[in-house]
């Protein structure tokens, strides 16, 4: 079994700042990217960022110089964090952290979301 679980939505003001969490856990033999999206009512779910096992991120042009992507795997953590800052409203969407890993070494690797955390950006 494998759980994601995000943390670190809520309300913010227009220009403020949120950092969201993601955590992966369960029987996971080897993460090979991991990352966020997130889906507007109305619209198609949208990548926001991802980060591989070897470190490279890649993000949307219109969240670039705004959110930043980091991960914590020190000691068996599977963490990531998305700082967000000079949030818009059109940052207003549910956000979900998808992790694609291998359960074990025989096993293809496998995508897993979480439940999705809402941001709200308004004043």
């Known amino acids: 079994q494998v759980q994601v679980v995000e943390s670190g939505g809520g309300l913010v003001q227009p220009g403020g700042s949120l950092r969201l969490s993601c955590a992966a856990s369960?029987?996971?033999?080897?993460?090979?990217?991991m990352g966020w999206y997130r889906q507007a009512p109305g619209q198609e779910r949208e990548l926001v960022a991802s980060?591989?096992?070897?470190?490279?991120?890649?993000?949307a042009d219109s969240v670039k110089g705004r959110f930043t992507m980091s991960r914590d795997n020190a000691n068996a953590k599977n963490i990531l964090y998305l700082q967000m800052s000079s949030l818009k409203p059109e940052d207003t969407a549910v956000y979900y952290c998808?992790?694609?890993?291998?359960?074990?070494?025989?096993?293809?690797?496998?995508?897993?979301w979480g439940q999705g955390t809402q941001v709200t950006v308004s004043s």
């Open positions: 998808y992790v694609n890993l291998r359960t074990t070494r025989w096993d293809p690797i496998r995508g897993y």
């Open positions: 980060i591989s096992s070897g470190g490279n991120i890649v993000d």
């Open positions: 369960g029987s996971i033999f080897s993460i090979n990217n």
